[in-house]
Nanobody, 119 residues
C-alpha cells in the first residue's frame, strides 16, 4: 500500500487549503485513514481521522471547527479541508492508514506535503 499526499502550498493566514491522499495498492476494508502533521523542531502530532465507512471522525482540539476530513472509498482517497488557517498550522502534513480506527500507531504513511501559512 502506498499513500500519496498532495495539495500543500503557501497560503495567507485566514485562508484555506485542501489536501488529498490517494491510496494505491490493496487497502483493506475497515482501514481508517487520517492526517498528522509535524512542525519544524516539533514532534509529529495527530490532526484528524475518519473511519472506513466515513461515519465517524475525530480531530485534534487545535483544529476542531476549522478542519474537516472526508473520504471517497471509490477513489481510495481521503481529504482534509483546512479553513481559517493560522501560522501555527505550518507543518508537513502526512496521511496515514491503519486497521486501528484511532490511528494510534499507523502502519502506512504517505510522504508528506508542506503547508506554510504566512502571517
Amino acid at each position: 500500500v502506498q499513500l500519496q499526499a498532495s495539495g500543500g502550498g503557501l497560503v495567507q493566514a485566514g485562508g484555506s487549503l485542501n489536501l488529498s491522499c490517494a491510496a494505491s495498492g490493496h487497502l483493506s476494508r475497515g482501514y481508517a485513514m487520517g492526517w498528522f502533521r509535524q512542525a519544524p523542531g516539533k514532534e509529529r502530532q495527530f490532526v484528524g481521522r475518519i473511519t472506513w465507512r466515513g461515519d465517524t471522525t475525530g480531530y485534534a482540539d487545535s483544529v476542531k471547527g476549522r478542519f474537516t476530513i472526508s473520504k471517497d472509498n471509490a477513489k481510495n482517497t481521503v481529504y482534509l479541508r483546512m479553513n481559517s488557517l493560522k501560522p501555527e498550522d505550518t507543518a508537513i502534513y502526512y496521511c496515514a492508514a491503519d486497521s486501528d480506527p484511532m490511528l494510534r500507531r499507523p502502519k502506512y504513511w504517505g510522504q508528506g506535503t508542506l503547508v506554510t501559512v504566512s502571517s
